[in-house]
């Protein structure tokens, strides 16, 4: 292959090789394996994205990590699939449709009924469902779009069935009454992981007055929910409190309802030293309370409906199938006492509206004892963000303990490792303290459970979209929907209207996507995958039911390794969020964005918009910045520092294929004609090469990024090529032939290096390399190899030298302000011969970069007036700056400069010491004022140096 300079335009445009390169490796099948290949295999599975999703920061990070791998090892040659697809997410996506269907035709789902609702979800997603996919294309992701999942596809539904059937048949899945956290609003139950815990929430600590049943006295409790006490059904104390030791056995009179209510005695629920030293217990409205209940077979008295409204008659449940077993009697008594006038006074009130009249209602009867804050922790919908309730609810649950055995043991047996390491003691308390998982979900979009009740023996309430069953009902689980029920002989069987937890199905991906419970070739091939990379906020909802499933149904954990990545925030370290205004949008970042679609916190910055960076610098960015264990502080300005590395790779590529005498050779051909630039080069080369893939497969991101950029950067573009150019523009063909040779194949091999990172430019200058290619993308080229041949530490440690006396005489020549188009003439004094040796064999090269007119090197000598001298470890630089200097003028300049930055540091530090202003403006602008009050302060320091050390006339 030939090219000419013309193949490679001024600038780099990153739109146009974006969408250039994309199509043609997704229709050539580089992203796909061969299965034929005897190659090691190697397997990622992107975590499902929602299908309701965009491409935000946290999808970009992870699917760059994903892809850095994915292109790294099969460079290496392996066999490798990177699997993608969504998750149906059946709150989020029910969400969505209800409310464009509330939109557009004013109707709820109700309205349409069960299956045409779910066919407009369908329609829905086939309508927007791929717009995620679409996103992880622009940033490059080179994902197998032939094998795409989703998980409602007909083959992920037949092992979802096929899993829930046989947790059944072994007894880890089963049918209870049990108290689950609901939401209002989604009309569901959830998980407690799906449960957002708000702490540090100010509430209040209310403290009434219950009166004895006899008339004796009173028993003060203190409550953070006072519309809780219309389903009191005991009041506890502490069995050594002598407080209240005379009165356990005894009863209270519901001031508001008339029934009595037992004073119980339990360790475990109270507190003697907490409040008043007793506690209202409200079992079917409080977790603590319910395990009270079953500890003391309390009546279970259920004052909520759905919509966390009382309900209009009170619901008295002995808790026989939720493990509590109260007494029939007890609770008939219970019932009769009650003042069903006094309910109806409450009945059909929202639940914070109910809490404001009982209030009123017990400070009237003058019972108020105590009002006082109350820090507490408040549970919201992780969906919705509504505050749950603690309800009693008959539902499905997945028995854990049983499962989390073999996946805690895989972890503990080094099977699996989880990094960082610090999540690995997260991991364990949580598998071993794991709690039942509530997985049925009163929605309509999502895998229906496979359970089917007898209407004439089950009976049950509601229409044939949500039929309810009691905690009583026999339902059969079975694959297929049974002809006749076994206890009846009738067919008018139903099933169960709940639907299954997304996480459910999301736990069996590893292998539920590669065709499992058929023994398919993929399945075979790519299970276990070789990691699991995702972020940290999920390693209980998704990635501990992984290994769980995994185990149970594959017989080994579903991968060797977790690799738990941080979270992106913004600059200052503060999560993004919309209310922040500090969101920053990808595909704004890729593609560009006008004003208008900047966030507030960049428009300072930013007033026209964001220009198009692409998606090489935000790749970049991105691993560039994943140290393990901490969270990114993503600054806009560090994406456009890697865009201007884009910069610096397309124009030394352009040099070189500007320079080349002719078709470079093999460098193994010119080994005898190599100068020792090209050595050093050669030798840096293997040093990057061993570094990078050292760094990648301990999963350390940052660091391969950091030794590529340094490589690039430093070694190639701002020392070798300046070094090779003398050469290029020489007379000497042989030595000509053999820099653009070397100068060729380190920019082949520093694409090949960067690809995995930066796959666009890379692809897009790498087509031009006049160099034959055995493959017809770099995607699918080898990586690079160590080569220990030209490792040359000694050369290398010899080139450092010289770098640094390069850089020395730089910093004279800008300290003293000498233009860079004047030749000067210096000195370096070396007291060790040896180096005065090396120094000596690179003159030239230290002349013709250090623009020096003339280069005298000796052991020692006597420092002349007009001199400025710069002292380094192993040397010493004398430049004589008579003629070349007006040091009056020159001292005149630093000292302005330095009146003027001391007056701007003064008032920063006057402002920054201003406590109100440090309290009331945003702390973006004072982070700001600190870093450039910071800089002032090195600044000067230089200026005073430079001088102090400027030579006197």
Known sequence: MTTSVETLPPAYDPTHAESTWYPVWERAGYFAPNLDAAAAPYCIVIPPPNVTGSLHMGHALTTTLEDVLTRWRRMQGKKTLWLPGTDHAGIATQMVVERELAKTEKKSRHDLGRAQFLERVWQWKATYGD?????????????????????????????????????????????????????????????????????????????FAYPLADGSGEIVVATTRPET??????????????????????????????????????????????????????????????????????????????????????????????????????AEAMRAEIDLEAWRRFAGLDRMVARKQVKEALQGLGLERKSEPHEMSIGGCQRCETVVEPSLSVQWFVRTAPLARPALEAVKSGATRILPETWTKTYYHWMENIQDWCISRQLWWGHRIPAYYCRDCDKGVGNEDNLRFDSGAKPLVARHKPERCPRCGGANLVQDADVLDTWFSSALWPFSTLGWPEETRELQTFYPVSVMETGFDILFFWVARMMMMGCKFMGRPPFPVIYLHAMVRDKFGDKMSKTRGNVIDPLHLIHGCNAAEVSPQFKDEYPDGFPAFGADALRFTLAAMSASGRDIKLSVERIAGYRAFANKIWNAARFVLMRLPGPPKPVAELESSLHPADRFILSRLHGTVTEVDAALEAYRFSDAATAVYAFIWNELCDWYIELVKPRLAGDDPTAKAAAASVLVHTLDQALRLLHPFMPFITEEIWQKLPIPHAQASIMIALFPTANPAHADPALEAEYRLVQDTIVGLRTIRAESN????????????????????????????????????????????????????????????????????????EAARLRKAIDKATTERERLEKKLANESFVARAPADVVEKDRARAAELGVMIDKLQTSLRELPQS
């Not at 069935?161 to 569901?188: K, M, Q, S």
């Not at 250090?850 to 001199?867: P, Q, V």
């Not at 400025?868 to 004398?878: D, S, T």
Request: glycine share 8%; with cysteine.
């Open 131 to 207: 717009r995620i996919s679409r996103q992880l294309r622009v940033l490059g992701c080179s994902l197998d779009w032939s094998r795409e999942r989703f998980t409602m596809d007909a083959k992920l539904s037949a092992a979802v069935l096929e899993v829930f059937v046989r947790l059944h048949e072994d007894g880890l899945i089963y049918r209870a009454e049990r108290l689950v956290n609901w939401c209002p609003r989604c009309h569901t139950a959830l998980s407690d992981l799906e449960v957002d815990h708000q702490e540090g929430k100010t509430g209040e600590l209310w403290s």
């Open 229 to 330: 006490m219309l389903g009191d059904t005991a009041v506890a104390v502490h069995p050594d409190d002598p407080r209240y030791r005379a009165h356990v056995g005894k009863h209270v009179k519901h001031p508001l309802l008339g029934y009595r209510i037992p004073i119980i005695a339990d360790p475990v629920l109270v507190d003697p030293k907490f409040g008043t030293g007793a506690v209202k217990v409200t079992p079917a409205h409080d977790f603590n309370d319910f395990e009270t209940g079953k500890r003391h077979a309390l009546v279970l008295f259920n004052i909520f409906d759905v919509d966390a409204r009382i309900t209009p008659t009170p619901e008295l449940h002995l808790g026989v199938n939720a493990g509590v077993g109260a007494k029939a009697a007890t």
């Open 818 to 889: 000498v233009s860079p188009s004047k030749q000067i003439s210096a000195r370096l004094v070396v007291p060790d011969p040896e180096d005065q040796r090396r120094l000596t064999g690179h003159a030239g090269e230290i002349k013709s970069l250090a623009r020096l007119a003339d280069l005298t090197i000796a052991g020692t000598t006597d420092k002349a007036e007009g001199c400025a001298v710069k002292v380094l470890e192993r040397l010493q630089i004398v430049v004589p700056l008579l003629g070349l200097v007006d040091f009056q003028e």
